[in-house]
């Protein structure tokens, strides 16, 4: 019996195991939220702002097209639907070359996706804060 189960399991794709759960690799409430990455990224500031200075921080160490690029690809997250939210992040646990801002910057959106206290406290209080407000991406780092 255990020498089929292990036959089995050499055989089974690698990908069957890394499908997308409601939790993985984007919490449920990132993906179901109707804050845009603004009012979260401005409660995550409030909430959690250890998280909130890592991050941006690790932002300013980054080349200012990387730094670009990585908040329009947030912002095109946040442009879709939850269904698309979904798609998408199936679609980076099931393929690693999936998400090219990766490449670039391999924490791009860790305060948004990697931890899932973060995302609840925030999301819980997003739309406190104004939509649209680029003025919370330009945090002074001290060096």
Known sequence: MFVLA????????????????????????????????????????????????????DKSNRPL??????????????SLDAAGRRQYAQDTATDIYYEQMATRWGNWAKVFFNNKGVVAKATAVCLNHPRGDLSVWDWPVAR
Do not use: N
């Not at 097209?65 to 946040?78: C, E, G, L, M, N």
């Open 65 to 78: 097209d990387v730094q670009r690029a990585a908040q329009d690809r947030i912002h095109w997250f946040y």
């Open 6 to 57: 292990a036959a089995g399991a050499l055989t089974t794709s690698p990908q069957a195991f890394a499908d997308a759960t409601g939790e993985y690799p984007i919490p449920s409430k990132q993906i179901e939220t109707r804050c845009d990455a603004e009012q979260y990224l401005a409660a995550v500031r409030d909430t959690s702002p250890i998280y909130f200075e890592r991050y941006m921080l």
